[in-house]
């Protein structure tokens, strides 16, 4: 069926020597799109299994891309201050103290990528490789699988882990993302999504009148490094309540420490679920143009972090500036720091386990 094609471009046109041999395979980077009956259509490039771009209606049918991104892969490269634009996150989302973890009685060492700390994987992390990919469909949805190979001791981490992302996009508007992966040796495994959204659309000032609800509780605060404490106190009475919807800018300028140390939202919610259960983590509405995003997921937790690092200097497919809080991300995961965190949920995969891990990015308007 038509508007079933999946359709297939050579991604951007030049590639300069330094970049080509930044990234050793350059020649085999794609642009992918997918398209639903609904008219969604949604673009990922196999660097980084990044999504470069999400067009959907609002509540009159007029589209938009709510991804905030660039539209050279070049810019992603090179991105100033690496945001994570859209791309998948490991072999850790989030940050490991200092860099470290002890796992079987070995001590393994991790590059400090955001000193003290080690954040989302390392130097070159899962964002900042060329990924394998196929195009793939069934019923009501067309999809990219991706692939990668971590070798062993790759940014620190113990084990080959093969890990296969497929990102399925259904008519039913949805963007479902399917994690998978194995190891031969046991490893910390904690993949995420990286996406910043404006439901306004990208570039379209910042997300502060977004109305968003979070399914929890609870949260993990942080010191001034941005490692959880350990200590899961409850939301309701400080600004992290979001149990019933509200705008984000509403308390987000509250003195409050954890605010202070995130400058703004930048902390993981631990939802309200028994583990595994596929269940509603986040729902965002933004009231002028009446876009609606749900997020589902088999995950634990939900890193909020509200684009505080964005200040305008970067400037998006249309070239627009992406202003100081610009973008939210809403990363399923598991909480950071868990390999340090007897506590929290293990993040360890062993050997003949499989790590499974799914979550759904369903958009309407109302
Ligand atoms: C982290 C932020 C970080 C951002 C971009 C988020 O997942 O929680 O602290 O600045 O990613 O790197």
């Not at 790759?154 to 949805?174: A, C, H, I, R, S």
């Not at 509780?217 to 309701?236: H, M, N, R, S, W």
């Not at 876009?291 to 972090?305: A, S, W």
Request: glycine share 10%.
């Amino acid at each position: 069926m038509k508007n079933l094609i999946v359709t297939l471009f050579g991604f951007f046109l030049l590639a300069s020597s330094a970049l080509a041999q930044q990234v050793e395979d350059f020649d085999s980077i794609q642009l992918y799109t997918l398209t639903n009956r609904q008219g969604m259509k949604v673009k990922i490039t196999n660097y980084g299994a990044i999504i470069t771009s999400i067009m959907v209606p609002d509540r009159d049918g007029k589209m938009a891309d709510v991804a905030l991104g660039y539209d050279r892969v070049e810019d992603y490269i090179n991105a100033v201050d690496k945001p994570y634009f859209g791309a998948i996150v490991g072999r850790y989302g989030n940050r490991i103290a200092e860099g470290a973890f002890t796992l079987d009685g070995e001590t393994y060492t991790l590059a400090i990528n955001n000193p003290p700390n080690h954040l989302h994987g390392g130097v070159i992390g899962f964002d900042k490789v060329v990924w394998g990919a196929r195009l793939t469909r069934g019923s009501g949805w067309q999809g990219v699988e991706l692939k990668y190979r971590a070798k062993d001791k790759e940014e620190g981490y113990p084990g080959n882990l093969d890990v296969t992302v497929t990102y399925k996009l259904t008519d039913k508007n949805e963007l479902r993302v399917e994690y998978q992966a194995t190891t031969d040796k046991a490893t910390p495994v904690n993949l995420t999504q990286h996406s910043y959204f404006n439901l306004k659309g990208e570039g379209e000032g910042t997300i502060l009148d977004h109305e968003l609800m979070i399914s929890a509780k609870q949260y993990t605060p942080v010191d001034e490094g941005l490692i959880p404490t350990g200590e899961l106190p409850d939301v309701a009475g400080t600004p992290f309540d979001f149990t019933s919807p509200k705008p984000i800018g509403r308390d987000i300028g509250q003195e409050d420490q954890q605010l202070e140390y995130g400058l703004g939202y930048d902390h993981n919610f631990v939802l309200d679920k028994s583990e595994g259960e596929m269940s509603l983590a986040a729902r965002v509405h933004e009231p002028t143009t009446g876009r609606i995003l749900e997020i589902r997921t088999t995950e634990p937790g939900i890193q909020f972090y509200c684009g505080n690092f964005l200040d305008g200097r970067l400037k998006g497919k249309s070239g627009k500036p992406y202003v100081h809080r610009g973008g939210f991300c809403l990363e399923t995961q598991h909480y950071p720091d868990s390999p340090n965190q007897p506590n929290f949920p293990s993040t360890i995969l062993k050997p003949g386990d499989v790590y499974q891990s799914t979550t759904v990015f369903k958009f309407s308007a109302e």
